[in-house]
T-cell receptor
Framework: GAVVSQHPSRVICKSGTSVKIECRSL??????MFWYRQFPKQSLMLMAT?????????EQGVEKDKFLINHASLTLSTLTVTSAHPEDSSFYIC????????????FGPGTRLTVL | GNSVTQMEGPVTLSEEAFLTINCTYT??????LFWYVQYPGEGLQLLLK?????DKGSNKGFEATYRKETTSFHLEKGSVQVSDSAVYFC???????????FGQGTTLQVKP
């Protein structure tokens, strides 16, 4: 149980285009989902926290107009990278948490974004 | 602010060797501590956790003890296997926040 999927697993796009990444909790309802960015050989950096039905909370330094997050249902959150540039190339990972009373986050397998 | 520091890798061991991956943290209050593992091509999986001082988390032969006096949560395994090859992340969650703060990850390579 507690499986989180991401789609697509890899995406290559041209500079200036927008890319949407989906994060789904397959067998549970997630009140909160998190989006992370991972640079090569580095740690995961939290980008934003989203609660179903409300606006996402972004970490300091993350541009909310560039990284649009929508958490429309208890099983789906999307991250849209708008007007992507080569510096946005990275590994994006989502996680989902059942409720605020639990510590455990379940992670998706990640999405590799390459912007040409 | 809260932070986590792990020993740099890669760590290369022979099968059946003893493993220690050091992790120290800085946090206010009483954080929860975690070890996550990322196998090649997969997402992070929770390996073990401890929520208060002197707690020992254990799973799949791995252990880590929450040491408040040394602000440490070192990961240990008595006899590693090739299948343990992965990246290991130490993380903390602050006592009044839902956010996970990760260390930089340590790559473990186990050779037959």
């Amino acid at each position: 149980g507690a499986v989180v999927s991401q789609h697509p697993s890899r995406v290559i796009c041209k500079s200036g285009t927008s890319v949407k990444i989906e994060c789904r909790s397959l067998d549970f309802q997630a009140t909160t989902m998190f989006w992370y960015r991972q640079f090569p050989k580095q740690s995961l950096m939290l980008m934003a926290t989203s609660n179903e039905g409300s606006k996402a909370t972004y970490e300091q330094g993350v541009e909310k107009d560039k990284f649009l997050i929508n958490h429309a249902s208890l099983t789906l959150s999307t991250l849209t990278v708008t007007s992507a540039h080569p510096e946005d190339s990275s590994f994006y990972i989502c996680s989902a948490r059942l409720s605020s009373s639990t510590d455990t986050q379940y992670f998706g397998p990640g999405t590799r974004l390459t912007v040409l | 602010g809260n932070s986590v520091t792990q020993m740099e890798g890669p760590v290369t061991l022979s099968e059946e060797a003893f493993l220690t991956i050091n992790c120290t943290y800085t946090a206010t209050g009483y954080p929860s501590l975690f070890w996550y593992v990322q196998y090649p091509g997969e997402g992070l999986q929770l390996l073990l956790k401890a929520t208060k001082a002197d707690d020992k988390g254990s799973n799949k032969g791995f252990e880590a003890t929450y040491r408040k006096e040394t602000t440490s949560f070192h990961l240990e395994k008595g006899s590693v296997q090739v299948s343990d090859s992965a990246v290991y992340f130490c993380a903390l969650k602050g006592s009044n926040t839902g956010k996970l703060i990760f260390g930089q990850g340590t790559t473990l390579q186990v050779k037959p």
